[in-house]
């Protein structure tokens, strides 16, 4: 399976009883092994959980902290984006370089990379002084 058909796959299992609007995330680490995961929302709104935040949690649980690729999918009218704080949680793995693959569960797939969709990054260069 492709990394989108990972994502589509792990997509089925989200929990978002209140947006509707299910998400599917999947990153191949370094080692070549996958991580997935789905958005899993909460009566309580802010503690629900995005798709990336999951799939990145997964993989950090098995012991990796280094993300070769992202997948991320959902039923949108275009490839559906990362939203800003799973952004920063994919830089925090991921070189600038990494490509991060956009889908739509009717096929349409946009290709970019972390950091197109994260200038400007903060990160630990600027605590260099401390
Ligand atoms: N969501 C994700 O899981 N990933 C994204 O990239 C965009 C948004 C989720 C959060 C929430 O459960 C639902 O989609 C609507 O915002």
Redesign the pocket.
């Known amino acids: 399976m492709t990394l989108i058909e990972q994502a589509r796959a792990v997509r089925e299992n989200?929990h978002?009883p209140?947006?509707k609007?299910k998400?599917g995330?999947a990153v191949q680490a370094a080692s070549g092994a996958v991580y997935v995961g789905?958005?899993v929302?909460n009566v309580a709104y802010p503690e629900?959980?995005?798709?990336?935040?999951g799939a990145i949690a997964a993989m950090v649980a098995a012991g990796e902290t280094q993300i070769a690729s992202v997948a991320?999918i959902?039923d949108s009218p275009t490839p559906?984006?990362?939203?800003g704080g799973?952004r920063q949680k994919i830089a925090e793995f991921a070189g600038g370089d990494v490509v991060v693959t956009l889908a739509t569960t009717d096929g349409t797939v946009l290709d970019t990379s972390v950091s197109a969709l994260l200038p400007g990054s903060f990160d630990a260069d600027y605590m260099s002084r401390v």
């Open positions: 989200a978002a209140y947006s609007f998400v995330a789905c958005n929302e629900g959980t995005c798709a990336e935040a991320v959902a559906v984006t990362p939203c799973c």
